[in-house]
Every structure is written in structure tokens, then in C-alpha cells.
């Protein structure tokens, strides 16, 4: 095939009908573990990571249901006090910083960031190849020390607890240590990639909103992460030198410890929200066929996000005894991140009013992110308030808040574009029908574990407790059972992945009709992505410079999107 015959398709972008000749995919351009395991492409890393944070999901989620059988009912139902806050330290630790925070920049960050950008790969592949490898060793490092040496201060690893436990909370926040040099690694490969990469066509005005949101993540990643290092480092040197920084009994502050922690944990929640929006951008735009409302409001809400998260820190800490002076601050600076949050809802609202909307499951899914961020957002007003956080601190009404962000948000996001990018990425489609009752099941049952936990939280339980008075059982049975719905719909959507890798319809290249870049080469992709070097001569959301036809080329026959 020559540059000439592979030319014009799609207003100037690589056709993506072209024939690869024996060139393949990147799935079967090389065989073997060892073109696997050292291997130099975006694609093939993005694919293990993919497969390793869902098996920390797995595994995150057992602890989580084992958590919420033990809460079924008051007293020890299944184990033990100790063993408890073992299996709540287990969940907490592999939920964070092995699944939600690397889950959608590690996996399909890696994976479409540079087909996105028309390039071949990151700035620096080796680089990232050694970043997977450091994510293994330090999961592998943290997960074992948590188990072996029966770890259960909490994921927080608050003082003066952790620095009063055993020496096996130094092997866990050193697993942690390590886990942090994959995130900044990867963080400055995206930026580096994102500024020297972007085909010819690509200018900051046309990225993307995928790639706004992993390129502020990355910012977020590359700032935050060396002050949670050098944390787990001062508190690593207190109990292995007998310093006092942050054990009181050594002459210390546990408040401190509280401060560095949450300097670097609030940004995280923007590591871990932030992608999560990066993917709603793409779903809305391409399920309702229009171009995002206000595409730049949306890009820099993305930034002021990533900048105003560094500055809240401190509404994690009303009650640690801060002068009203500092909670006020606080207080105010909170409700400023209320405003690029609200701008990105009301965008994507914008968006959907009037479009041509298609309720496919990855549609679903960024749907149900929008109802449930939104009930966390708005729920996360209430704690910015001063004087209603007093009463809520450190009760249920917390954890429904950071589960319905974190969860509705992050985990929506990331299920709902593992279903939207599937086709791209294995080149197999996967059972709709199948998928619908997998979201109902699991949208569903989120509600009612979580929204359960706002009234819990609202009458006074306290969070993290191991037992309880008799009158929160029935909302603690609402919950457990919910999560037991939740980890149904898990389940079947895992069993429909496993089923269409090994025996799925064949998938076109374009079968959602997207008008984004990524879509414009074969499924799975080629080796280098595409098979000449693009020249991007719209934006990636222009949609009405293809004909209907032209959009909905390539739908698989059997497949009739709900509104034709």
C-alpha cells in the first residue's frame, strides 16, 4: 500500500479501512511471553497494566465484600476485631494505590494517549516499560507486607498508631514508596509526550479532552506524589531512629503527619477523578454525535482542578484543632472547587441537550457517573461547611461521600470506557444485552450500599468501627446486600470480557461512529498505530463534517443503536 492509496479518508486522517498487508496488529505482530514482557509498545504496556489493576480490583473487592459481611449484623459475625481492621486496611491500601489511581492514566492512558496525539508511541518507551515494572514490584512488596505482617493501621497510616505498631508498617508505606515512582514516571513520560509528540494538525485547541484530563492528571502526579514519599520516608526514619517528628511520645506531632498526608491525598483525589472525567468527555460526545459545549471551559476546568486541589488539604482536618482563621480559609477554598467541577456538569448537560443520543452501555455508564458525582459532589459541600462537618466527621456520611466519588466517578468512568474502547483494543465486540444487565446490577446496587451509608453516617455511626448498636443493623443489612448486587454485576460483566476476547464477533474499526482520532485506524490497532504518519485536519469532535452514512459505517449487523 502506498502513501497515496492510504491518503484521503475522514477529512485528511489515515483511512482506516486500509489494508496492513502482513504487518498485523499489535496483538499478533510478535509472539511470544518474552515480545511481552519486553516489550517497547504503549499498546502492549497499556494491556498489562489493564490486566494487572483488575486483579487488584478483584482482590480489592473481596476484601470489600469480607468488610461488609462482617458489618451484616452487630458483633463478630465472620471474624475477629483484629482481623477486621486487617481486611479494612487490605481494601483501603489496594483500592487506592493499586486500582483507582493508576486504573485509567496506567492502562488506557497508556493505551490511547499516543494514538490520540497521531504518534507512535510515549516520549520515552523504556521508560514506561520500566514504570509497569516498578508498579508490579512495589504492589507485590505492599501486598505482602500488609499480609504477612498483619498491617492494620488503615490505609491513611495515621500516627501516632503507625509509628507505635511493628516494623512490618515500614515494609508497607516502603511498598507505597515504591509504588510512587511508577506514578511520577509516568506523569512526566505523558507531559513529555503530550508537548513534543502531536502530529501535524494537533495544536492545544485540538486535543483531545481525554488527553486534557490525563495530561493535568499527570501535572497532579508528578507535584503530589514526592511529598507522600518523603512522608512515609520521615515516619519509616521515626520508628526505625527513634526521631521525633511525628510520634508525640517522642516529642513529636501527629498533626503534622496529617497535614503532609493530606497535602498529597487531596490532589490524589484528583488523580483519581480527573481521568475518570477525561472518559466521560469522549463517551457523551460520541453517544449523543455532538462536539463538546464549550470545549475550552471544559479543558481548563480540567487544570483549575488539578491547581485548586493542591490548596485544600485542610478541610480533611477541621476537627484536628486548626484556628477558625485556617478552617475558614479552608472552608472557602472548598467551595472554589465546586466551580470547574460544575462547569464539566453542566458542559456535558449542555452537550446532551438536543443530540442524537445512543443508550449503548458505555453511554449508561457515563450517564450513571453524572447522577452519582453529582450526588458526591454536592455531598462534599456539606463536609466544606465548618459547622455541619463537626457533626459528620469521621462517620458513614464520610465514607458514602468518598465512595460516590471515587466509585460513581472514577470506577463508572473506568468501567464505562473499558465497554466504550474494547472494540479498539481487542478488536472483539462483547454482548450488549449482557452489558446493560451487568450496569443495572451494578448502578443499582451502588445506590443502595452507599446511599444507605448518608443515613447512617446522618444518625451518628462512626466509620471504621467494628461493631455497632443494634439500631444501625438495619441500614448495615441494606448496605452488605447491595454490595453483594454490586459484586454480581462484577462478576458477569468480568465473565462477558473473558467470553468476547476468546470468542467475540469481530469488531469494525469504528463501531460506537466516533469522530475522535483514535478511531481512525484498524481494530486492534497497528503495530505503530497507523499505518502512515497522519495529518490531523479537524478537530477530534467534528461530527458534522461526516455524512450519516459515513458515521454509522461499520456498526456491526446485529447492532441497532436505540434511537434508529
Same mark, same amino acid.
Given at each position: 500500500?502506498?502513501?497515496?492509496?492510504?491518503?484521503?479518508?475522514?477529512?485528511?486522517?489515515?483511512?482506516?479501512?486500509?489494508?496492513?498487508?502482513?504487518?498485523?496488529?499489535?496483538?499478533?505482530?510478535?509472539?511470544?511471553?518474552?515480545?511481552?514482557?519486553?516489550?517497547?509498545?504503549?499498546?502492549?504496556?497499556?494491556?498489562?497494566?489493564?490486566?494487572?489493576?483488575?486483579?487488584?480490583?478483584?482482590?480489592?473487592?473481596?476484601?470489600?465484600?469480607?468488610?461488609?459481611?462482617?458489618?451484616?449484623?452487630?458483633?463478630?459475625?465472620?471474624?475477629?476485631?483484629?482481623?477486621?481492621?486487617?481486611?479494612?486496611?487490605?481494601?483501603?491500601?489496594?483500592?487506592?494505590?493499586?486500582?483507582?489511581?493508576?486504573?485509567?492514566?496506567?492502562?488506557?492512558?497508556?493505551?490511547?494517549?499516543?494514538?490520540?496525539?497521531?504518534?507512535?508511541?510515549?516520549?520515552?518507551?523504556?521508560?514506561?516499560?520500566?514504570?509497569?515494572?516498578?508498579?508490579?514490584?512495589?504492589?507485590?512488596?505492599?501486598?505482602?507486607?500488609?499480609?504477612?505482617?498483619?498491617?492494620?493501621?488503615?490505609?491513611?497510616?495515621?500516627?501516632?498508631?503507625?509509628?507505635?505498631?511493628?516494623?512490618?508498617?515500614?515494609?508497607?508505606?516502603?511498598?507505597?514508596?515504591?509504588?510512587?515512582?511508577?506514578?511520577?514516571?509516568?506523569?512526566?513520560?505523558?507531559?513529555?509526550?503530550?508537548?513534543?509528540?502531536?502530529?501535524?494538525?494537533?495544536?492545544?485547541?485540538?486535543?483531545?479532552?481525554?488527553?486534557?484530563?490525563?495530561?493535568?492528571?499527570?501535572?497532579?502526579?508528578?507535584?503530589?506524589?514526592?511529598?507522600?514519599?518523603?512522608?512515609?520516608?520521615?515516619?519509616?526514619?521515626?520508628?526505625?531512629?527513634?526521631?521525633?517528628?511525628?510520634?508525640?511520645?517522642? %516529642?513529636?506531632?501527629?498533626?503534622?503527619?496529617?497535614?503532609?498526608?493530606?497535602?498529597?491525598?487531596?490532589?490524589?483525589?484528583?488523580?483519581?477523578?480527573?481521568?475518570?472525567?477525561?472518559?466521560?468527555?469522549?463517551?457523551?460526545?460520541?453517544?449523543?454525535?455532538?462536539?463538546?459545549?464549550?470545549?475550552?471551559?471544559?479543558?481548563?476546568?480540567?487544570?483549575?482542578?488539578?491547581?485548586? %486541589?493542591?490548596?485544600?488539604?485542610?478541610?480533611?482536618?477541621?476537627?484536628?484543632?486548626?484556628?477558625?482563621?485556617?478552617?475558614?480559609?479552608?472552608?472557602?477554598?472548598?467551595?472554589?472547587?465546586?466551580?470547574?467541577?460544575?462547569?464539566?456538569?453542566?458542559?456535558?448537560?449542555?452537550?446532551?441537550?438536543?443530540?442524537?443520543?445512543?443508550?449503548?452501555?458505555?453511554?449508561?455508564?457515563?450517564?450513571?457517573?453524572?447522577?452519582?458525582?453529582?450526588?458526591?459532589?454536592?455531598? %462534599?459541600?456539606?463536609?466544606?461547611?465548618?459547622?455541619?462537618?463537626?457533626h459528620l466527621h469521621d462517620t458513614y456520611f464520610v465514607v458514602a461521600h468518598f465512595h460516590y466519588v471515587m466509585v460513581g466517578g472514577t470506577v463508572f468512568g473506568f468501567v464505562g470506557g473499558l465497554h466504550y474502547w474494547w472494540p479498539k483494543m481487542t478488536?472483539?465486540?462483547?454482548?450488549?444485552?449482557?452489558?446493560?444487565?451487568?450496569?443495572?446490577?451494578?448502578?443499582?446496587?451502588?445506590?443502595?450500599?452507599?446511599?444507605?451509608?448518608?443515613?447512617?453516617?446522618?444518625?451518628?455511626?462512626?466509620?471504621?468501627?467494628?461493631?455497632?448498636?443494634?439500631?444501625?443493623?438495619?441500614?448495615?443489612?441494606?448496605?452488605?446486600?447491595?454490595?453483594?448486587?454490586?459484586?454480581? %454485576?462484577?462478576?458477569?460483566?468480568?465473565?462477558?470480557?473473558?467470553?468476547?476476547?476468546?470468542?467475540?464477533?469481530?469488531?469494525?474499526?469504528?463501531?460506537?461512529?466516533?469522530?475522535g482520532y483514535e478511531w481512525m485506524t484498524t481494530s486492534p490497532p497497528h503495530p505503530h498505530n497507523f499505518a502512515i504518519d497522519p495529518v490531523m485536519k479537524r478537530g477530534p469532535y467534528d461530527y458534522h463534517l461526516c455524512t450519516e452514512e459515513e458515521l454509522?459505517?461499520?456498526?456491526?449487523?446485529?447492532?441497532?443503536?436505540?434511537?434508529?
Amino acid at each position: 500500500m502506498t502513501v497515496a492509496e492510504a491518503e484521503v479518508s475522514h477529512d485528511g486522517i489515515h483511512d482506516p479501512h486500509a489494508d496492513l498487508g502482513d504487518a498485523g496488529n499489535y496483538l499478533k505482530a510478535t509472539k511470544g511471553w518474552k515480545t511481552w514482557a519486553f516489550t517497547l509498545d504503549h499498546k502492549r504496556i497499556g494491556m498489562m497494566y489493564l490486566a494487572s489493576v483488575i486483579v487488584a480490583f478483584l482482590v480489592g473487592g473481596i476484601m470489600a465484600l469480607l468488610v461488609r459481611t462482617e458489618l451484616a449484623h452487630a458483633g463478630e459475625t465472620i471474624m475477629e476485631a483484629d482481623m477486621y481492621n486487617q481486611v479494612f486496611t487490605l481494601h483501603g491500601a489496594i483500592m487506592v494505590f493499586l486500582f483507582i489511581i493508576p486504573s485509567i492514566p496506567a492502562a488506557l492512558g497508556n493505551f490511547f494517549l499516543p494514538i490520540m496525539l497521531g504518534t507512535k508511541d510515549v516520549a520515552f518507551p523504556r521508560l514506561n516499560l520500566g514504570s509497569f515494572y516498578i508498579y508490579v514490584f512495589g504492589t507485590a512488596f505492599t501486598v505482602i507486607a500488609i499480609v504477612a505482617g498483619h498491617v492494620d493501621t488503615g490505609w491513611t497510616f495515621y500516627t501516632p498508631y503507625s509509628a507505635r505498631a511493628d516494623n512490618s508498617v515500614i515494609w508497607m508505606t516502603m511498598g507505597v514508596f515504591i509504588l510512587g515512582f511508577s506514578s511520577i514516571l509516568t506523569g512526566v513520560n505523558f507531559i513529555a509526550t503530550v508537548h513534543k509528540m502531536r502530529a501535524p494538525g494537533i495544536h492545544w485547541r485540538r486535543l483531545p479532552l481525554f488527553i486534557w484530563g490525563i495530561y493535568a492528571t499527570a501535572v497532579i502526579q508528578v507535584l503530589a506524589t514526592p511529598v507522600l514519599a518523603i512522608t512515609l520516608l520521615l515516619l519509616t526514619m521515626e520508628k526505625t531512629l527513634s526521631m521525633g517528628i511525628f510520634d508525640p511520645a517522642l %516529642g513529636g506531632d501527629p498533626v503534622l503527619f496529617q497535614h503532609f498526608f493530606w497535602f498529597y491525598s487531596h490532589p490524589a483525589v484528583y488523580i483519581m477523578i480527573l481521568p475518570g472525567m477525561a472518559v466521560v468527555n469522549e463517551l457523551i460526545a460520541t453517544f449523543s454525535q455532538r462536539k463538546i459545549f464549550g470545549y475550552m471551559f471544559v479543558a481548563m476546568s480540567s487544570v483549575a482542578l488539578a491547581l485548586l %486541589g493542591f490548596l485544600v488539604w485542610g478541610h480533611h482536618m477541621f476537627t484536628s484543632g486548626m484556628s477558625e482563621y485556617s478552617t475558614m480559609v479552608f472552608s472557602a477554598l472548598t467551595f472554589l472547587v465546586a466551580i470547574p467541577s460544575g462547569v464539566k456538569v453542566f458542559n456535558w448537560v449542555a452537550t446532551l441537550y438536543e443530540g442524537s443520543i445512543s443508550f449503548a452501555s458505555p453511554m449508561k455508564y457515563a450517564l450513571g457517573f453524572l447522577v452519582l458525582f453529582t450526588i458526591g459532589g454536592l455531598t %462534599g459541600v456539606f463536609l466544606g461547611i465548618l459547622s455541619i462537618d463537626i457533626h459528620l466527621h469521621d462517620t458513614y456520611f464520610v465514607v458514602a461521600h468518598f465512595h460516590y466519588v471515587m466509585v460513581g466517578g472514577t470506577v463508572f468512568g473506568f468501567v464505562g470506557g473499558l465497554h466504550y474502547w474494547w472494540p479498539k483494543m481487542t478488536g472483539k465486540m462483547y454482548s450488549e444485552r449482557v452489558a446493560n444487565i451487568a450496569f443495572w446490577l451494578v448502578f443499582v446496587g451502588f445506590n443502595v450500599t452507599f446511599f444507605s451509608q448518608f443515613i447512617l453516617g446522618s444518625r451518628g455511626m462512626p466509620r471504621r468501627y467494628y461493631d455497632y448498636l443494634d439500631q444501625f443493623q438495619p441500614l448495615h443489612m441494606a448496605s452488605s446486600g447491595g454490595a453483594y448486587i454490586i459484586g454480581i %454485576g462484577f462478576t458477569i460483566m468480568g465473565v462477558m470480557f473473558v467470553r468476547s476476547w476468546f470468542n467475540g464477533e469481530k469488531a469494525p474499526p469504528n463501531p460506537w461512529a466516533s469522530a475522535g482520532y483514535e478511531w481512525m485506524t484498524t481494530s486492534p490497532p497497528h503495530p505503530h498505530n497507523f499505518a502512515i504518519d497522519p495529518v490531523m485536519k479537524r478537530g477530534p469532535y467534528d461530527y458534522h463534517l461526516c455524512t450519516e452514512e459515513e458515521l454509522w459505517d461499520g456498526f456491526p449487523e446485529d447492532f441497532v443503536p436505540s434511537d434508529r
